[in-house]
């Protein structure tokens, strides 16, 4: 991957501050489409065994704009989205996806609903923050 610091394209590798790491495809229409390879399970392969599937839209070409994505979990056990803008921080001089989101669990009652979202934050950059258990080793190719 070529990048340029300027948010335009978010294709490529981006990790956070947890050791997570989304491997991002943005085309010329918006789409954001990629895995995500979580560092961080409340539980072992509560996330699953392999990477997930990350979709969603940002304006192609357009600096520091706004964008949005998902992900599913385990066959809808539980879904994440975030929101967000890339922008490039002083301090570094990088690109940085600045980002809240909500993860939403499957409960099994009405009464249960209070414990089903949580929510937080994530910083994304193109350097590896945190060494974070990669679910396929050396890879920085999206499945087709």
Known sequence: YAFVTDCRDLS??????LGSEMILRHS?????????????????ES?????????????????????????MWRNGSSTTAWTGQCLVCEESGNETLVTSWLLRSTVDTCTDKWKSTMIGRDFFTRDD??????????THTPSD
């Not at 010329?28 to 072992?44: I, M």
Request: cysteine-free.
């Open 28 to 44: 010329v229409d918006g789409l954001l489409y990629g895995e995500y390879r979580t560092g961080v399970e409340r539980k072992p």
């Open 12 to 17: 490529g590798p981006w990790y956070n501050q």
């Open 129 to 138: 923050l945190v060494m974070g258990p990669r679910k396929d080793e050396d």
């Open 47 to 71: 996330a699953g065994t392999t990477h997930s599937i990350v979709i969603g839209a940002a304006p192609y070409d357009t600096p520091s704009a706004t964008f949005g994505m998902a992900i």
